[in-house]
């Protein structure tokens, strides 16, 4: 690609400011990312894409390029959108934000649309002074998931591809509406949900089960806030897998037995609290390792599984004994103790 030479001269004056401003635009939105358990990309713009948009004739000045410097940050679903935006215009000056929606399109036509954040960096604290690195700007997409996905796959594909061909074109705008569905899905998940025919599955039934129990008795105080797990849905899963791999399966028969045995197990749990004092759950285990301790005791669980570690803590094994037999304990390494 012949590029003019003034071009040349204004892209290589600029690059060191560029660089800059990407350095100091990386430093702000990386943590925040890892915060929030977002993705980040991002670019530099090279010489020859900078000599393509000129060409589009879009742009009057060299000031009026947006993007010498861009970066993506992904978000799970478009509700965090707007947190988003109101974090970008508190770490930088807004130059310009065009959101999705903001743009007239036919509604049977499925294309790009991320909002887009431009900004320039903050000038000095109290100066009024603005440098090059102050003055250019740099932009932000914010994309869903879905969307992020969409645009890295199909972007080479169609967009810088070295042919023109409609039915690619026309490819790429179908998944670009499939982007759109699953997006408009995860926003309305819960009424979505709703509209879907539950059957049952007795695993699923189980794990409702445990879910249920525990958060009821943390809510009412019997058993501490503080041994809530982070995750209910993990937590039900864990203590149906430990049920699986420590009970006596031959008590029962058929699909339902995870179920049955459950059941079970939260009616042991059940009675122990009502034999104990009010308030006397222990504090220093997991609320899964108590339970655990709690099924031996009652002999609701047995120590035979070879395949499913668990944890076995002097503090657990202080308050049951009855786990000392237990066959499979997870081993810490002797470098990372």
Known sequence: MILPPN?????????????????????TLLPYC???GFAFASRTKTLESIAEKIETGRYPRWSALDDLFACTL??????????VLVFLE???K???????????KSPDVFRFESTR??????PPHNSDEETPIHKIPFEVQIRSAFEHAWSVTTHSL??????VDWRMMRLSAQLKAVVEQLDTLILGFWDSAKLITEHSWPEVEARKSVATFFQQRVESGIIPDELAPKDWSRFSDNFVQLLRAHTNRAKTSGSR???QVTDEALIGIDEHLGEQPPCTVPRTISLLQWAHGVLCQRSIVINSSDDHSVLLSPELLDLFPCLCGCKNKFEFDEWAT
């Open 7 to 27: 071009l040349k001269a204004c892209h290589n004056s600029t690059r060191k400011y560029v660089e800059i401003i990407a350095g100091k635009v990386k430093g």
């Open 34 to 36: 890892e915060q929030r």
């Open 74 to 83: 992904v978000i799970p679903t478009l509700l965090e959108e707007e947190d």
């Open 90 to 92: 508190s770490v930088f």
């Open 94 to 104: 807004r130059h310009h934000v065009s959101k999705r929606g903001a743009t007239l």
């Open 117 to 122: 954040f431009i900004g320039k960096l903050m």
């Open 158 to 163: 169609t967009y810088k591809s070295p042919v």
């Open 257 to 259: 037995w995870i179920k």
